[in-house]
């Protein structure tokens, strides 16, 4: 059965048509409301949001919602989507809410959850949840109806938290860093975090308006941050979308770091810490082949999801595995965060360049990513891709030419009419020559 809301990471959409418009936020609310109570007659659910305007509405909606079906409510104010999931595990709460797009525009707003452990929920959950839509609302009588109420200093908790994840023995005295907040959820967290454990923190992107959020500042749009780093001559540059969950880097040459790259530093440390403790790692269908390549030679297994952390998360727990990640730079390191988190994810990174005395660039030394071709098709009106003979002789082609040396990844776009051929290989002449090639096929 297939979800008619839920995407691969909640529900989002444009503020204002279904499914985010504030009478279906509050029936969404009070759906989840009742699946709560069937295990748990007290239920408690956390919300936090970012700082869209549209959040204001949301919560709203949410907490009226969650209030009619008998669920107490605590409203965490603006914090980042991995705050929610780690009060939600310390407040021993049901549930926690995050109202965000992540790094969509502001016009955009989205709902996802979290389990009490402060993980995703499965599948079955939300189809449990779409199911109850279907019912007619069952209002709870005066004398159960919800309380809500506000969780004093949750950002003073979350920074804590954040803290507490980075060694005793170190610190950041003597870095300035450049923290890009993208105008979102932590505007007031991320300068706290590495302002208190030693850095002289320059902020950009902590000035939201409601309108403002991950517009030209960001993991989205690293340019801002680069050009920071060059103008304030600072050690780092550290980039967060809108929610938080997603980090990019910049060193002091204003060389940009991707999440790829990231995932395969935090692998190297730990193996030079404690060789042979990290069995595998996870990564996308989008991961560059040269991160695969690297780490199997050092004895790394290394499995590819589908794109979304929620999947990396799937394979990571299969495995019982820790670290994973996708090249946005949504990184997963489960010993530290349930979720991805990108104040911990840079914290891991500070902490193992400070620890090795070396650059971000001198740690990733050995690790030549391989050039990328990636051309967008677009689609003709019922064009049948799939099965296209013309494209299958070409890509096996271009497989049987590309060897152990590349690889070939070609997928729909979820939202658009278009289909991505992605070609990989040690030669970027041979990577554009060879996406071309099959993208050729489509476009006859």
Not at 213 to 242: E, F, M, Q, S
Not at 284 to 309: C, H, I, S
Request: hydrophobic residues 45%.
């Amino acid at each position: 059965m297939s979800r008619k809301y839920f995407g691969t990471d909640g529900i989002r959409g444009t503020v204002g048509q279904v499914p985010i418009t504030p009478d279906f936020v509050l029936r969404l609310a009070h759906a989840v409301g009742q699946v709560l109570r069937r295990t748990d007659d007290r239920p408690t659910v956390l919300i936090g949001k970012d700082t869209r305007i549209s959040g204001y509405m949301l919560e709203s909606a949410l907490e009226s919602g969650f209030n009619s079906a008998g669920v107490d409510v605590v409203l965490l104010g603006p914090v980042p989507t991995p705050a929610v999931a780690y009060l939600t595990r310390a407040q021993r709460a049901s549930l926690g809410v995050v109202i965000s797009a992540s790094h969509n525009p502001f016009a955009d707003n989205g709902i996802k959850f979290f389990s009490a452990q402060g993980t995703k929920l499965p599948d079955e959950w939300e189809l449990d949840v779409e199911a109850m839509l279907e019912k007619v609302p069952e209002w709870v009588e005066s004398a159960r109806l919800g309380r809500s109420r506000r969780l004093d200093d949750a950002t003073g908790r979350y920074i804590e938290f954040c803290k507490s994840t980075f060694p005793n023995d170190l610190s950041l005295r003597g870095l300035r860093i450049v923290v890009d907040a993208a105008h979102g959820a932590a505007y007031q967290v991320a300068p706290k975090v590495f302002h208190e454990l030693g850095a002289e923190v320059v902020p950009i992107g902590c000035s939201p308006d409601g309108l403002n959020i991950n517009r030209d500042v960001g993991a989205t749009h690293p340019k801002a941050l680069v050009d920071a780093v060059k103008l304030h001559r600072a050690d780092y540059g550290i980039a967060l979308d809108g929610d938080a969950d997603r980090l990019q880097l910049v060193d002091a040459n204003g060389r940009l770091f991707n999440g790829d790259e990231i995932l395969y530093l935090l692998v190297k440390d730990r193996l030079d810490r404690s060789p042979g403790s990290v069995p595998g790692a996870v990564g996308t269908l989008m991961t560059n082949m040269a991160v695969e390549v690297a780490l199997k030679a050092d004895g790394v297994d290394f499995v590819r999801a589908k794109v979304g952390d929620r999947y990396v998360l799937e394979e990571l727990d299969k495995r019982r595995w820790l670290l994973g990640g996708e090249g946005s730079g949504h990184l997963l390191v489960l010993d530290k965060q349930t979720t991805g988190d990108g104040m911990v994810s840079a914290l891991q990174v500070l902490s193992a360049c400070l620890r090795h005395g070396k650059s971000l660039a001198a740690m990733l030394a050995d690790l030549n990513l391989f050039p990328q071709t990636l051309i967008n098709v677009r689609l003709r009106p019922g064009q049948d891709w799939k099965s296209n003979a013309a494209m299958a002789e070409a890509t096996q082609a271009v497989e049987a030419e590309l060897g152990a040396e590349g690889r070939v990844l070609i997928r729909a776009s979820g939202t658009e009419p278009l289909v991505r051929v992605m070609v990989e290989a040690r030669d970027a002449v041979q990577a554009r020559r060879c996406a071309q090639r099959i993208a050729d096929t489509l476009a006859a």
